[in-house]
């Protein structure tokens, strides 16, 4: 859930949350966060504490005393935007003018994910899937796919692939052929692999995580 998304006040509310666990190693009660983020009444806290457990951003445990928790991916600091840059053919490859539609601009479209999917990798960043060759792999139209910018990927790994005669990129598993072809496969039994030469590909990115887009 992103914190974005939350009012100043529930912000604020979970931000006290974390300080008081910390300073305290046990939770605040609903008064505590009434006088700590001076707030009108218990039930104003209790609304807005309803909020938060909807969303995710919180737990609480009605059975245990100051039994308020926010998860580890909830907690601030523990998230970071990464740029969504574009659409990722997971199909037919889509035409884009040239590869520098791939690199970075100033002020692109974010979405906001814990660090823990990052693990300290650079070069991250994100894209939208357009197609469904590979909903076998649990890669659907309309996702989003966290990609780490590497040069080289083993065989089997899902990559982003640029073809440079076709100015063209397209989202497949990679496999080194034995005749040294280049073999884009799918993750759809309805589809059939791109054959291409090795001089013609370029690997933009190799994928980590989906963030699958609930309907």
Known sequence: MKTAELSEKQRRMVDFICNFWAENNFSPSVRDIVAGCGLSSTSVADYNLRILEKKGIIRRHKDV??????????????????????LIAAGCPIPV?????????????????????????????????????????????????????????ENGETAAVWLKNEKEATL???????????????????????????????????VIAVIRQMD
Not at 74 to 84: F, H, L, T, Y
Not at 173 to 201: C, T
């Open 172 to 206: 497949k598993r990679f496999y080194r052929e034995s005749s040294g072809k280049i073999r884009l496969q799918p993750a759809n039994s309805q589809m059939r692999p791109i054959y291409v030469s090795p001089d013609n590909v370029e690997i933009q990115g190799r």
């Open 65 to 86: 005393s100051r039994g308020i928790e926010v998860p580890s991916f909830a907690r601030p600091g523990n998230s970071m935007n990464i740029p969504v840059i574009g």
């Open 97 to 153: 003018p040239d590869n520098d539609a791939w690199d970075v601009a100033a002020g692109a479209e974010t979405i906001e994910v814990t660090r823990d999917i990052i693990r300290g990798r650079e070069g991250v960043y994100a894209l939208k899937v357009k197609g469904n060759s590979m909903i076998e792999d649990l890669i659907n139209d309309g996702d989003i796919i966290l990609l780490q910018s590497v040069s080289i990927v």
